[in-house]
């Protein structure tokens, strides 16, 4: 259902959609599409109000978009284009071989595959890669972040990494675990440590509220630096 905020005299259009979700997320695409996922029944007009609060960050992310239009192109995986891996951009190399294969060497990364023409093929071996990495890079952040906080009770949760459309990561309480959305072996590693951190403060706190940030201050008193360096990061 399309609805319109306002921010100044500028009409935003905004659409809702309904998921099996606990929270209220605002999601804006590069094609400027701007998307609000809310729980199943919750109230329309309380989810309208809550992204009215956040219209200065809505209008700039789709100015950021607007402005940045040639770099937000669907991805084609040809020799040339870039990708992003921990928060450096590498150049793409695809070489026809009957070895499958990724390796990343200097500032490429270099695609080795007999299907050298499947565009859907290549993705595949990429993030097939990416998910190898970050499976790696996530399990030895979380141990060292977990470790920081063992004052407060927290253990080292299990971890499983996912493709999420609208959130970096969740935590579940009940089944002491956490998901860490794929795309975030494309950012900074500072940027990941905030993510875990974020995560690993719901086994004490279920929300946002005065507690969580007082503990978040403790334990990471740059997250605000970093949580921007996140939304304003698009890795591509």
């Known amino acids: 259902m399309k609805n319109v905020l306002m921010y100044g005299k ?29 729980p199943k029944g919750a109230d329309r007009k309380r989810a309208l109000h ?31 284009e870039t990708h992003s891996y921990l928060g450096r951009k590498y150049r793409l190399r695809v070489r026809k071989s009957g070895r499958e294969r990724i390796k990343k060497t200097g500032g490429f990364i270099y695609i080795y595959t007999g299907r050298n023409r499947d565009l859907s093929h290549k993705k ?3 993030y097939g890669w990416y998910k190898w990495q970050a499976e790696k890079i996530f399990a030895a ?12 009770g927290i253990k080292l949760p299990e971890f499983y990494v996912k493709r999420m459309k609208t959130r970096w990561g969740s935590c579940s309480r009940k089944k002491g675990r956490i998901n860490l959305n794929l795309e975030l072996i ?14 690993l403060l719901h086994f004490i706190c279920n929300n946002h509220g005065k507690e969580y940030h007082r503990l978040l201050d403790r334990i990471t008193p740059d997250w605000k630096a970093r949580k921007a360096k996140l939304e304003n990061y698009y890795p591509g």
Not at 57 to 79: C, M, P, T
């Open 10 to 38: 500028r009409k935003i259009p905004v659409i809702l959609i309904e998921r099996d979700r606990k929270t209220l997320a605002i999601t804006v695409k590069p094609d400027g599409r701007v998307e609000i996922y809310m």
């Open 50 to 80: 809550i992204a009215e609060k956040k219209r200065k960050w809505i209008a700039g992310k789709l100015d950021y978009f607007e402005q940045n239009r040639h770099r937000f192109v669907e991805k084609e995986y040809v020799s040339g």
């Open 124 to 126: 595949r071996l990429l």
């Open 141 to 152: 952040m979380l141990v060292n972040r977990a470790a920081r906080l063992k004052k407060y």
């Open 186 to 199: 494309k950012t900074p590693g500072e940027c990941i440590e905030y993510v875990i951190d974020h995560e």
